[in-house]
């Protein structure tokens, strides 16, 4: 049986349908995955976006560790991470709109 939720936004403030999500690669030398900071609706993206980059930034590794920076990915249902999209020219267009 199938549950089927809506993903929401994860600005507390929100509560809209979740469009994006938020992650990085990350490794500790055998397996790896995506590391999620945040789910986003099209108005809270730049907000959380620029959150997520912050908390990465401040994160501790081991040694053989790797993280990469926050990446923004077409949220689909029933997609498993390795086949999300992910939307480098939203990325950089929000990277440029910060600086």
Same mark, same amino acid.
């Given at each position: 049986m199938e549950l089927n939720f809506?993903?929401?936004c994860t600005n507390p403030e929100c509560g809209q349908p979740a469009i994006y999500?938020? !992650?990085s690669r990350w490794s500790d030398g055998v397996t790896g995955?995506?590391?999620t900071y945040?789910?986003?609706? +099209?108005?809270? &993206?730049?907000?959380?976006?620029?959150?997520?980059q912050a908390k990465q930034a401040?994160?501790?590794? !081991?040694?053989?560790e790797t993280l990469d920076p926050?990446?923004?990915?077409?949220l689909v249902r029933g997609?498993? +991470?390795s086949? &999300?999209?992910?939307?480098t020219d939203l990325e950089q267009i929000l990277r440029t709109r910060k600086q």
């Open positions: 809506p993903v929401l999500k938020i !992650a995955e995506l590391k945040a789910l986003s609706c +099209d108005n809270c &993206l730049k907000k959380l976006f620029a959150q997520s401040a994160c501790r590794l !081991a040694p053989a926050p990446g923004i990915y077409r997609q498993l +991470d086949q &999300l999209e992910r939307l």
